[in-house]
């Protein structure tokens, strides 16, 4: 979606400053908070993908004001309430009122580093040949979608040459949504920085993005 996150080639908000050895944490809380945000999603109520879309929906202004692990928190508030297991009124008030959704699982102490280490594939097989091969010229597709999308705004509507085929991998648009998987081939897309960022742009530079099969059309 056209939400907050999608800051590629956005005027106004400054040069990018990488913190000279930054820590992974810069707070007791932000542990916390990414180790909450892992159990929950351990639950099996929503995929990553959903999880992301709900950061993406945030309000912009709230989302430019919050940290990076405050607006995991808050979309993962929302999505405690959405799958019913907690309410705006326990959130307000910090307590239990009512009966919770049952958890398919729950992530117990001892499991975590077993369940981190096997991670979260999401390679897929693939019906059918690749539609693309290496060399091939592509566009991408100019659209604007209401719900999740992996394709920045920066890349769409332009021209560049596939340079690999990777597998199928989940299809991010339809399962942030419950339609399914829907697993696609994914190709890695070369542009000239001329193509993306127009007059003034570096002529030795070029920028690459991994593209689902639904993104592109033959140029």
Not at 75 to 93: C, G, M, Y
Not at 165 to 188: C, I, K, L, M
Request: charged fraction near 25%; charge should be negative.
């Amino acid at each position: 979606m056209n939400g907050p996150q999608d800051l590629g080639g956005q005027m106004g908000f400054g040069p990018v400053a990488p913190e000279q050895d930054e820590p992974y944490f810069h707070g007791e809380w932000e542990k916390r908070a990414l180790g909450v945000t892992i159990s929950a999603g351990a639950m099996g109520a929503w995929t990553i993908d959903e999880s992301r879309h709900m950061r993406e929906s945030l309000h912009p202004a709230d989302y430019y004001a919050s940290s990076y692990y405050e607006i995991w928190i808050k979309a993962l508030e929302r999505l405690l309430v959405r799958h019913q297991f907690v309410t705006d009124e326990e959130l307000a008030k910090g307590e239990v009122l009512s009966p919770a959704a049952t958890p398919k699982r729950v992530l117990k102490a001892e499991n975590v580093a077993a369940v981190l280490a096997k991670g979260a594939p999401c390679d897929r097989p693939v019906k059918g040949a690749p539609r693309f091969k290496a060399g091939d010229r592509v566009r991408t597709k100019n659209f604007h979608p209401a719900g999740h999308t992996r394709l920045p705004r920066y890349a769409r509507g332009k021209p560049g040459v596939v340079e690999a085929v990777r597998e199928g991998f989940v299809f991010p648009d339809s399962n942030a949504h419950g339609g399914g998987e829907q697993p696609q081939h994914v190709y890695t897309v070369v542009f000239d920085a001329g193509e993306i960022w127009g007059e003034g742009a570096d002529p030795t530079l070029t920028v690459s993005i991994d593209a689902w099969e639904s993104y592109l059309e033959p140029a």
